[in-house]
Protein backbone atom coordinates (compact mmCIF):
# COMPACT_ATOMS: atom_id res chain seq x y z
CA UNK A 1 0.00 0.00 0.00
CA UNK A 2 2.77 2.50 1.22
CA UNK A 3 4.56 1.68 -2.41
CA UNK A 4 1.43 2.10 -4.60
CA UNK A 5 0.95 5.64 -2.29
CA UNK A 6 4.54 6.38 -3.07
CA UNK A 7 4.37 5.59 -7.18
CA UNK A 8 1.26 7.82 -7.32
CA UNK A 9 3.54 10.54 -5.79
CA UNK A 10 5.98 10.33 -7.65
CA UNK A 11 3.48 10.02 -10.76
CA UNK A 12 1.93 13.05 -9.67
CA UNK A 13 5.22 14.87 -9.34
CA UNK A 14 6.13 13.88 -13.31
CA UNK A 15 2.92 15.05 -14.16
CA UNK A 16 2.73 18.26 -12.74
CA UNK A 17 6.77 19.15 -13.91
CA UNK A 18 5.86 18.11 -17.54
CA UNK A 19 2.81 20.67 -17.70
CA UNK A 20 5.42 23.30 -16.23
CA UNK A 21 8.25 22.65 -18.68
CA UNK A 22 5.29 22.17 -21.61
CA UNK A 23 3.48 25.86 -20.57
CA UNK A 24 7.00 27.40 -20.14
CA UNK A 25 7.59 26.07 -23.66
CA UNK A 26 4.76 27.09 -25.35
CA UNK A 27 4.85 30.67 -23.88
CA UNK A 28 8.78 31.55 -25.72
CA UNK A 29 7.46 29.54 -28.67
CA UNK A 30 4.98 32.54 -28.43
CA UNK A 31 7.54 35.39 -28.13
CA UNK A 32 9.46 34.29 -30.66
CA UNK A 33 10.43 36.69 -33.91
CA UNK A 34 9.46 33.94 -35.89
CA UNK A 35 5.92 33.57 -35.37
CA UNK A 36 5.59 37.18 -36.58
CA UNK A 37 5.69 38.04 -40.05
CA UNK A 38 6.90 41.80 -40.90
CA UNK A 39 6.05 43.35 -44.36
CA UNK A 40 9.13 45.08 -46.33
CA UNK A 41 8.04 48.90 -45.53
CA UNK A 42 8.22 48.29 -41.67
CA UNK A 43 11.77 46.62 -42.28
CA UNK A 44 12.85 49.51 -43.39
CA UNK A 45 11.92 52.20 -41.52
CA UNK A 46 14.02 49.72 -38.64
CA UNK A 47 16.88 49.39 -41.60
CA UNK A 48 17.40 52.87 -42.39
CA UNK A 49 14.65 54.81 -39.70
CA UNK A 50 11.26 57.09 -40.42
CA UNK A 51 11.53 58.05 -44.15
CA UNK A 52 13.06 61.58 -44.96
CA UNK A 53 10.58 64.17 -46.89
CA UNK A 54 12.35 65.82 -49.33
CA UNK A 55 13.41 69.59 -49.49
CA UNK A 56 11.36 72.11 -49.84
CA UNK A 57 11.81 74.18 -53.18
CA UNK A 58 14.33 77.50 -53.03
CA UNK A 59 12.23 80.31 -53.14
CA UNK A 60 11.81 81.81 -56.60
CA UNK A 61 14.23 85.25 -56.64
CA UNK A 62 11.96 88.01 -57.52
CA UNK A 63 13.90 90.40 -60.18
CA UNK A 64 13.61 93.61 -59.22
CA UNK A 65 11.58 95.90 -61.82
CA UNK A 66 14.16 97.95 -64.10
CA UNK A 67 14.42 101.86 -63.05
CA UNK A 68 12.82 103.56 -66.05
CA UNK A 69 15.03 106.40 -65.60
CA UNK A 70 18.26 103.51 -66.38
CA UNK A 71 16.16 102.39 -69.51
CA UNK A 72 15.81 106.00 -71.08
CA UNK A 73 19.22 106.47 -70.43
CA UNK A 74 20.57 103.29 -72.78
CA UNK A 75 17.72 104.45 -75.26
CA UNK A 76 19.39 107.71 -75.78
CA UNK A 77 22.96 106.20 -75.92
CA UNK A 78 21.70 104.23 -78.50
CA UNK A 79 19.58 106.89 -80.90
CA UNK A 80 22.90 109.12 -80.05
CA UNK A 81 25.11 107.27 -82.37
CA UNK A 82 22.96 107.60 -85.51
CA UNK A 83 23.55 111.71 -84.50
CA UNK A 84 26.50 113.93 -84.41
CA UNK A 85 26.32 115.87 -81.01
CA UNK A 86 29.85 117.28 -80.67
CA UNK A 87 31.61 119.72 -82.45
CA UNK A 88 31.27 123.50 -82.92
CA UNK A 89 28.03 125.68 -81.99
CA UNK A 90 26.63 128.51 -84.19
CA UNK A 91 23.57 131.17 -83.38
CA UNK A 92 21.24 132.86 -85.17
CA UNK A 93 21.46 135.68 -87.41
CA UNK A 94 19.38 138.59 -85.62
CA UNK A 95 17.68 139.15 -89.20
CA UNK A 96 15.87 135.77 -88.88
CA UNK A 97 13.84 137.04 -85.76
CA UNK A 98 10.22 135.77 -86.09
CA UNK A 99 10.58 133.43 -88.61
CA UNK A 100 9.04 130.17 -88.91
CA UNK A 101 11.01 127.42 -87.70
CA UNK A 102 10.82 123.55 -89.15
CA UNK A 103 8.00 122.70 -86.57
CA UNK A 104 6.04 125.83 -87.54
CA UNK A 105 6.93 127.83 -83.84
CA UNK A 106 8.35 131.11 -84.14
CA UNK A 107 11.82 131.77 -83.74
CA UNK A 108 12.74 134.71 -81.19
CA UNK A 109 16.20 135.88 -80.68
CA UNK A 110 15.31 136.23 -77.34
CA UNK A 111 13.89 133.02 -77.03
CA UNK A 112 15.67 129.39 -75.59
CA UNK A 113 15.65 127.38 -78.79
CA UNK A 114 18.15 125.31 -81.13
CA UNK A 115 18.57 124.14 -84.39
CA UNK A 116 19.76 120.18 -85.44
CA UNK A 117 20.20 118.57 -88.89
CA UNK A 118 18.96 115.22 -87.99
CA UNK A 119 17.81 114.95 -83.99
CA UNK A 120 13.86 114.14 -84.20
CA UNK A 121 12.08 117.95 -83.50
CA UNK A 122 10.93 118.21 -80.19
CA UNK A 123 13.81 116.61 -78.60
CA UNK A 124 15.43 117.77 -75.34
CA UNK A 125 19.49 118.20 -75.22
CA UNK A 126 21.53 118.89 -73.12
CA UNK A 127 24.42 121.67 -73.88
CA UNK A 128 27.50 122.23 -72.16
CA UNK A 129 30.34 124.70 -73.27
CA UNK A 130 33.53 123.34 -73.01
CA UNK A 131 35.22 127.02 -72.49
CA UNK A 132 32.44 128.04 -69.94
CA UNK A 133 31.61 124.59 -68.53
CA UNK A 134 27.77 126.24 -68.49
CA UNK A 135 24.81 123.58 -69.21
CA UNK A 136 21.55 124.62 -70.92
CA UNK A 137 18.59 122.51 -71.76
CA UNK A 138 17.14 122.87 -75.16
CA UNK A 139 13.92 121.84 -77.18
CA UNK A 140 15.17 121.24 -80.75
CA UNK A 141 12.57 123.29 -82.81
CA UNK A 142 13.99 124.06 -85.91
CA UNK A 143 16.70 122.18 -89.27
CA UNK A 144 20.68 123.79 -89.27
CA UNK A 145 22.98 124.46 -88.94
CA UNK A 146 23.74 124.31 -93.03
CA UNK A 147 27.49 125.12 -92.58
CA UNK A 148 29.10 121.80 -92.00
CA UNK A 149 31.82 122.79 -89.35
CA UNK A 150 28.85 123.33 -86.87
CA UNK A 151 26.90 121.06 -85.07
CA UNK A 152 23.63 122.90 -83.81
CA UNK A 153 22.45 125.89 -84.34
CA UNK A 154 21.45 128.17 -80.92
CA UNK A 155 18.99 131.22 -80.33
CA UNK A 156 20.95 134.58 -79.47
CA UNK A 157 19.61 134.12 -76.05
CA UNK A 158 20.93 130.49 -75.55
CA UNK A 159 24.29 131.47 -77.30
CA UNK A 160 24.61 134.46 -74.83
CA UNK A 161 24.16 132.33 -71.91
CA UNK A 162 26.32 129.54 -72.78
CA UNK A 163 29.05 132.38 -73.78
CA UNK A 164 29.46 130.59 -76.49
CA UNK A 165 28.86 133.79 -78.96
CA UNK A 166 31.97 135.42 -77.47
CA UNK A 167 33.85 132.15 -76.50
CA UNK A 168 37.80 131.71 -78.50
CA UNK A 169 36.45 128.21 -78.06
CA UNK A 170 32.56 127.61 -79.83
CA UNK A 171 33.09 123.37 -78.58
CA UNK A 172 29.83 122.21 -76.88
CA UNK A 173 28.54 118.75 -75.87
CA UNK A 174 25.25 117.69 -76.34
CA UNK A 175 23.02 115.10 -74.71
CA UNK A 176 19.91 113.41 -75.52
CA UNK A 177 17.79 113.82 -72.38
CA UNK A 178 14.60 113.12 -73.79
CA UNK A 179 12.93 112.46 -77.15
CA UNK A 180 9.38 114.35 -78.38
CA UNK A 181 6.74 113.65 -76.15
CA UNK A 182 8.81 113.07 -73.38
CA UNK A 183 9.20 114.35 -70.29
CA UNK A 184 13.78 115.81 -69.87
CA UNK A 185 15.39 113.35 -67.63
CA UNK A 186 15.90 115.04 -63.69
CA UNK A 187 19.49 116.08 -63.32
CA UNK A 188 20.88 113.83 -61.15
CA UNK A 189 19.62 111.37 -62.86
CA UNK A 190 22.58 112.44 -65.83
CA UNK A 191 24.69 113.38 -62.90
CA UNK A 192 24.28 111.90 -60.28
CA UNK A 193 23.22 113.06 -56.59
CA UNK A 194 27.54 113.37 -55.34
CA UNK A 195 28.17 114.92 -58.46
CA UNK A 196 29.22 118.98 -57.91
CA UNK A 197 26.23 121.31 -59.06
CA UNK A 198 26.69 122.99 -62.29
CA UNK A 199 24.88 125.93 -63.26
CA UNK A 200 21.95 124.43 -65.19
CA UNK A 201 19.28 126.42 -67.28
CA UNK A 202 16.04 124.60 -67.99
CA UNK A 203 13.89 127.19 -70.60
CA UNK A 204 11.47 126.20 -73.13
CA UNK A 205 10.71 127.93 -76.22
CA UNK A 206 7.45 129.42 -76.92
CA UNK A 207 5.76 131.01 -79.88
CA UNK A 208 4.61 134.70 -79.11
Known amino acids: MRRILRNLKIGLLVLA ?15 CEENFKLDDATLQSYRFGPPVP ?4 PAPIVQPDPDPFQLRLQKYA ?14 YSTSLNGTLTANGEHYYNK ?16 ITSRATGKKLRLRVNDRGPYVN ?4 DLSQAAARYLGVDIA ?11 LPGEEPLPV ?21
Not at 17 to 31: I, K, M
Not at 168 to 178: F, G, P, Q, T, Y
Not at 188 to 208: C, M, R
Request: hydrophobic letters at 40%.
Open 149 to 152: KFVI
Open 168 to 178: EDRSVLIRIIA
Open 54 to 57: PPAP
Open 78 to 91: SVATKHRLNGLASY
Open 17 to 31: STLAFTQAVQAQSFS
Open 111 to 126: KMSAAHLTLPLGSWVE
Open 188 to 208: DVLDGPKTPVQETASLTPTAQ
